[in-house]
């Protein structure tokens, strides 16, 4: 019984980091990006490692983008030794733009070398790192920039959507990219974002510079939340670009996803872990004295809730199945009535009856969440995404849930797993 | 912190505490009201199985004097009340913090039933001409291949109310008498119904509760 009261808190925890971010969407909707006052040189540094399949559609991208800016720009392909054709497609528009050029890195060191590699060639003052299954939008730029005419601004990162989602498991994705959407609003307004993404971020040059650029998969499993938190520290500020958006190709399979997730949850495990000084000190403002400690919480509570989920909800779907056959083997066809009535007769939780109000409450907000991710994704609801969107608490909820448990489980075991 | 986030802060705040707060009272108040429900539930029970011994007894002096139209007239809707009685019992022994009471209602249901079974007896074989279907259901507590069973059940109560008597009879009380009376009928695995004497084995087990029924008496309109 204590484990439930438990869960009723984890999940007043839960309700609250939800409302704060609801609070602050709302009070930080209206900000718009500002303009920038000068030209900006800008790098763009794309690290590749067998992506044919994408990288001329990111180069081509690139290349809208520079048309419609009117600065320095330049792009550097940083090859990470590919067996495919990735190589020969990037040199092939090296040879055409002039802008763009493309580096072949003498040894397989991963993403962040490629990055660092690159940080020390650029020419110009910004940096902007986009992945090869990235493709941002041509006017992103204008959005962008101008948060660096503040000296404060130490990164940019942007909105994401998925690019075409064909599968169940990408929708799934896009669903959750979108409401992620809502939240870089929300952790923007709160000066609490604590991931540039990877698919379009943009730094100052020197800054990376001075704080040792990327840290290596040997430090961290995610170089682009762990730079964040050292941004920070340097006493620099991260903002979210409002209208810049990059659109990006996902897991296009479970067991992908599995690993990816393994990989960005064991990240943040680490991170939180490395940062934790960070918690409470007041010169870095709401981000540590609110948001890591919340987030620490959080994680710890996913366990208690995990713990539940365990031992009730997969014992009343077990239980449920088992009837869903003798239903079958006896063919007899089921009262749904009689069903429900007994389901709320021989359940006299306290503690049920409490969640059965929060959970309407929760079901309110993750609604209007919803709906706001749609309005800042400037997606259009269709059906399908509405489907989807039924479906993630049944399929995709319970399968985030198991790969945070297997994170958790794997980081303690101390399983090594690697970004390719 | 700045005077915006502290604000946003204090309001997510608000929020969490008053929907925690008026959670913990809805809580609250489905608590309370489902244990007067259950203490009221328990009184019931108790007054419920004795006027259903006084009723019985009453029959008892009937047969007697072997009269068989009255004797029928007592028996209408004894079986309901006590397949009613049955749901009322399977709520409280679901409610963890009253297991004496459950135990002790658990068992007297049992023997009511048995009771109630063997009157039954007693009566087709002295009034054949009123002759009544029964079903013994024997079942265990948290069971996943009841609910269809229960369905059923349910199913061919709802088609003939008057001619069918249901004993839902719960196995696992520590009732020996239970225990001699599914070994008599060769109930080997429970859950288990015996129909008119005879005992389902059949996979298409709603077949075969028709089917008994059939063969026993007139089969419903």
């Excluded at chain 1, 979210?240 to 690993?259: N, Q």
């Excluded at chain 2, 005077?3 to 309001?11: A, M, Q, S, T, V």
């Excluded at chain 2, 002096?61 to 397949?83: A, E, H, P, W």
């Excluded at chain 2, 009544?132 to 069973?149: G, Q, V």
Aim: hydrophobic residues 45%; proline residues 3%.
């Amino acid at each position: 019984m204590y484990v439930d009261y438990i869960l009723l808190f984890s999940i007043g925890i839960l309700l609250f980091f939800v409302a704060l971010y609801i609070f602050a969407y709302f009070e930080f909707k209206g900000k718009k990006d500002p303009l920038p006052k000068k030209k900006y040189g800008l790098s763009i540094v794309v690290p590749i490692w067998n992506e044919e399949d994408t990288i001329v559609e990111t180069l081509k991208h690139l290349i809208e983008m520079k048309k419609n800016y009117c600065g320095d720009f330049e792009v550097i392909v940083v090859d990470d030794n590919s067996t495919d054709k990735s190589y020969s497609l990037a040199t092939d528009f090296a040879k055409k733009y002039g802008f763009i050029g493309v580096i072949k890195k003498k040894g397989q060191k991963g993403k962040s070398e490629s990055l660092n590699e690159a940080t020390q060639i650029a020419k110009y003052e910004l940096l902007g790192c986009v992945d090869a299954d990235a493709f941002p939008e041509k006017r992103s730029l204008d959005y962008i920039l101008g948060y660096f005419d503040d000296k404060s601004v130490g990164a940019v990162t942007t909105k994401m959507v998925v690019k075409n989602p064909k599968k169940l498991v990408e929708w799934f994705q896009h669903i959750e990219y979108i409401f992620s959407n809502f939240l870089l609003t929300a952790y923007g307004g709160l000066d609490s974002i604590y991931v540039t993404k990877g698919p379009l971020s943009i730094y100052r040059k020197n800054l990376l510079k001075k704080i040792g650029g990327f840290y290596s998969q040997d430090i961290t499993p995610t170089e682009d939340m762990e730079i964040t938190f050292r941004i920070r520290q340097a006493g620099y500020k991260i903002k979210s670009s409002k209208l810049a958006k990059v659109s990006t190709r996902v897991m296009p399979s479970w067991k992908k996803l599995f690993w990816q997730r393994i990989r960005w949850n064991r990240g943040s495990l680490i991170n939180f872990a490395k940062y934790r000084k960070m918690a409470f000190d007041p010169q870095f403002g709401f981000f540590s004295i609110v948001m890591i400690p919340i987030v620490s919480i959080t994680i710890s509570m996913l366990a208690v809730i995990i713990y539940y989920l365990i031992t009730n909800f997969y014992s009343f779907l077990s239980n449920s199945i088992t009837k869903i056959y003798w239903y079958i083997y006896l063919k007899i066809v089921p009262n749904p009535f009689v069903a429900v009535q007994k389901y709320f007769e021989v359940n006299p939780m306290y503690v049920l009856s409490s969640l059965f109000f929060i959970i309407i409450v929760a079901f309110i907000l993750w609604i209007v969440a919803y709906i706001v991710g749609f309005y800042e994704s400037k997606e259009k609801v269709t059906y399908k995404h509405i489907i989807i969107l039924l479906l993630t608490p049944i399929i995709y909820t319970p399968a985030q849930i198991f790969f945070w448990a297997s994170a958790i489980i794997l980081q303690f075991t101390k399983y090594k797993t690697r970004w390719r | 912190m700045d005077d915006g986030k502290k604000k946003i802060f204090y309001k997510a705040l608000a929020f969490t505490f008053a929907i925690m707060f008026f959670a913990l009272l809805f809580a609250n108040l489905v608590y309370d009201w489902k244990k007067t429900d259950l203490n009221d539930d328990i009184l019931d029970i108790y007054n419920k199985s004795t006027d259903l011994k006084i009723t019985m007894n009453f029959y008892d002096t009937m047969i007697d004097v072997n009269s068989c139209d009255l004797m029928q007239n007592q028996l209408i809707g004894l079986s309901d009340f006590l397949y009613g009685l049955g749901k009322k019992v399977n709520l409280v022994a679901d409610d963890k913090d009253n297991l004496e009471d459950v135990k002790k209602i658990q068992k007297e249901y049992v023997y009511n039933n048995l009771d109630l079974w063997l009157r039954l007896k007693k009566f087709n074989s002295l009034c054949p001409q009123y002759k009544k279907n029964y079903i013994l259901y024997f079942y265990p507590y948290n069971c996943n291949e009841c609910a269809p069973l229960e369905t059923a059940i349910q199913d061919i109560k709802d088609k003939d109310e008057d001619s069918i008597w249901i004993f839902s009879i719960p196995s696992e009380v520590g009732i020996s008498a239970v225990d001699n009376i599914t070994e008599f009928y060769d109930v080997n695995y429970i859950p288990g119904i015996v129909i008119n004497e005879k005992t389902i084995y059949e996979k298409d087990i709603l077949e075969g509760m028709y089917k008994f029924l059939y063969d026993y008496n007139t089969p419903p309109k």
